[in-house]
């Protein structure tokens, strides 16, 4: 009886995991086992339709091999990195101010997120309008028509920007929670010490931001890199694949091509690279976080 008393598993335990079962039964079902399933139908060949055909690592050769997939990842790479640092910068400038607590920070709070918060879909097909060559809102203005989301020069640049316009107001309040969590006093005896202000955000501000730094980057990084319906309501991928993102390749090759083998490779690519960066940003944030303010 003693025994069988010592291996029972405490009242406290049973409890957390009945608490947990909930989440990690939505882990399971909605992430690790699709994760599985797009492993397993890359080793086949199957076009909806049809019966799947087992052909190896055919898809993998073909896929890593395919220079319309290489472009892009190349394009995908380029629109990350000019939408994560943006919309980083001017997140944690909008943040810095509505920091100040001024008349009417309440009213920009809601105003900044609002575009997050509204369907990708119905966001694009407002840039859409405001971008149209003959009757947009920009065209109307310039008294010309303006092919900008045909033109190669000027269609990432201008999806790239409707995504940081969306994203910005979130990346705002996660940095203004960050701010607000900072002690005031720490502030107040680093001016005792004679620090300007672009010391005490360099010294003071940046460093205690870090963990919302890590959290912006890796959420920011990891969206980014999946956006698909943006760039197919503006764009659809072109002109001349210059929009065309890994997302875009996926849902082209597995519904365009009826080719689900071939996109199953990319997903896997797509989320081998993300998991590869997540760790990267984790391994370097790691010995450069405080979690202790006080």
Do not use: K
């Not at 607590?101 to 609002?114: D, S």
């Not at 303006?146 to 190669?152: G, T």
């Not at 959420?219 to 309501?233: E, K, L, M, N």
């Amino acid at each position: 009886m003693a025994s069988a008393a010592r291996t029972r598993p405490p009242r406290s335990s049973v409890l957390a995991y009945g608490l947990l079962a909930p989440s990690l039964f939505g882990v399971v079902t909605f992430l690790l086992l699709p994760i599985l399933v797009v492993i397993w139908l890359s080793l086949y060949r199957w076009d909806l339709l049809g019966p799947l055909r087992f052909v190896g690592l055919d898809n993998w050769r073909s896929v890593l091999t395919d220079a319309q997939f290489g472009n892009s990842l190349i394009v995908t790479v380029i629109f990350v990195a000019i939408v994560v640092p943006t919309q980083t910068v001017l997140g944690l400038g909008a943040a810095s101010m509505l920091a100040q607590l001024l008349p009417g920070t309440g009213f920009f709070r809601t105003v900044f997120v609002l575009p997050w918060i509204c369907a990708p879909l119905a966001i694009a097909v407002l840039w859409r309008w405001i971008l149209a060559p003959t009757d947009g809102a920009i065209a109307t203005l310039l008294g010309h028509n303006v092919e900008w989301l045909s033109d190669p020069s000027f269609a990432l640049p201008l999806v790239s920007a409707a995504v940081v316009w969306m994203n910005v107001g979130y990346n705002s309040l996660s940095f203004l929670a960050g701010l607000l969590a900072i002690p005031n006093g720490i502030y107040a005896a680093a001016r005792t010490d004679g620090a300007n202000a672009w010391q005490r955000f360099w010294r003071i501000t940046l460093p205690m931001l870090r963990p919302t730094m890590f959290f912006v980057l890796v959420t920011g990084i990891v969206s980014t890199a999946q956006v698909f319906d943006t760039v197919y309501a503006l764009t659809d991928g072109g002109p001349a694949g210059r929009t065309d993102l890994v997302a875009h390749r996926i849902y082209a090759e597995a519904f365009g091509s009826a080719a689900i083998g071939r996109a199953s490779v990319m997903a896997v690519v797509l989320f081998v690279i993300l998991v590869g960066i997540t760790i990267v940003q984790h391994l370097y944030f790691r010995r450069r976080i405080t979690y202790d303010l006080v």
